[in-house]
C-alpha cells in the first residue's frame, strides 16, 4: 500500500513538474510565415495590447524560418525546420540536337531527338520547433528571455535598441542554436509597443478602432457587386 502511494505520488508530481514546464516555456507564434500579415508594423490585441510581429527566412536551411510576436504580454516564437525525408525518382524528357549529313541530298541537317533523364527530387517535411530561450546584445549589454511577460528592464533595452537590424539567438531543449535578423522595421515598433504604458484615452481610441476594422470586415462592399443583384 505504502509502495502504491509513493508510486502515485511520483507519477502526480511528474505530471505537475510537466505541465509546469510547458506552462513557463516560450510560447508559439499565433501567425503564419506566408500570412499577408501585418508584419513590422505596431497593431493592437484586446488580449496582448500593442504588438508586432516579425518573420525571417534562410536560418539554419534554405527553407527555414522563424516567426515571431512582440508585446509586453510575451514574446512569441516559431522555427520551421526542414529536413529531407527521401527522394522520389522521376523522368524528365529533354531535347538535344544532332546533327548528320544527308548524302542524297549533300547537307547537314539538324533534328531534334529526345532523351530521357531520371532525377533524384527530394522530399521535405518540416517539424515546428519554440525555443527555451531568446538571447540579446543590445548596447554591451546582454539579456535572456524565457517565458512570460516582457520584465522592464529588457523591454528598456528593446527601446534602446539601436536602429537599423538586430542580431539575436535563439536556443533550444536540445542546446542547438540558430542566430538571425529582426529587421530594422521591427526594431523601431519596439519603441512603440514597449514604450511608455498606454493612457486610458488611447487604449479605448485603438479599441474604438479595432472595433471599426471588425466591423467593415463584416460589411459587404456593395460598390463591388454585380448589377444584377444592385
Not at 529531407?84 to 539538324?110: A, C, D, E, F, M
Not at 517535411?125 to 519554440?130: A, I, K, L
Not at 540558430?178 to 529587421?183: K, N, T
Not at 460589411?219 to 454585380?226: F, H, R, S
Amino acid at each position: 500500500m505504502r509502495q502504491t502511494l509513493s508510486a502515485i505520488a511520483l507519477s502526480v508530481a511528474a505530471t505537475l513538474a510537466a505541465v509546469a514546464a510547458h506552462a513557463q516555456a516560450i510560447e508559439p507564434a499565433l501567425i503564419d510565415y506566408h500570412a499577408s500579415g501585418p508584419w513590422s508594423s505596431v497593431e493592437y490585441s484586446e488580449f496582448d495590447g500593442l504588438y508586432v510581429n516579425d518573420r525571417h527566412d534562410g536560418i539554419g536551411g534554405e527553407r527555414d524560418y522563424i516567426v515571431t510576436q512582440w508585446s509586453w504580454a510575451g514574446i512569441r516564437a516559431t522555427f520551421r525546420d526542414y529536413r529531407i525525408v527521401g527522394h522520389t525518382v522521376v523522368p524528365r524528357v529533354y531535347y538535344r540536337t544532332q546533327r548528320y549529313y544527308n548524302h542524297h541530298t549533300r547537307r547537314w541537317i539538324h533534328r531534334r531527338v529526345p532523351e530521357v533523364v531520371y532525377e533524384r527530387i527530394p522530399e521535405w517535411s518540416y517539424t515546428d520547433r519554440t525555443p527555451t530561450e531568446i538571447q540579446f546584445a543590445i548596447n554591451g549589454e546582454q539579456y535572456v528571455y524565457t517565458e512570460g511577460e516582457v520584465v522592464p528592464v529588457l523591454a528598456a533595452a528593446l527601446v534602446s535598441a539601436p536602429a537599423g537590424n538586430m542580431r539575436v539567438r535563439v536556443k533550444f531543449d536540445d542546446n542547438s542554436a540558430q542566430q538571425f535578423d529582426i529587421g530594422a522595421s521591427t526594431v523601431r515598433a519596439w519603441q512603440r509597443v514597449f514604450g511608455e504604458p498606454l493612457t486610458p484615452a488611447a487604449l479605448s481610441e485603438l479599441q474604438r478602432q479595432e472595433q471599426q476594422a471588425r466591423e467593415a470586415a463584416r460589411e459587404p462592399n456593395l460598390l463591388a457587386w454585380p448589377e444584377s443583384r444592385r
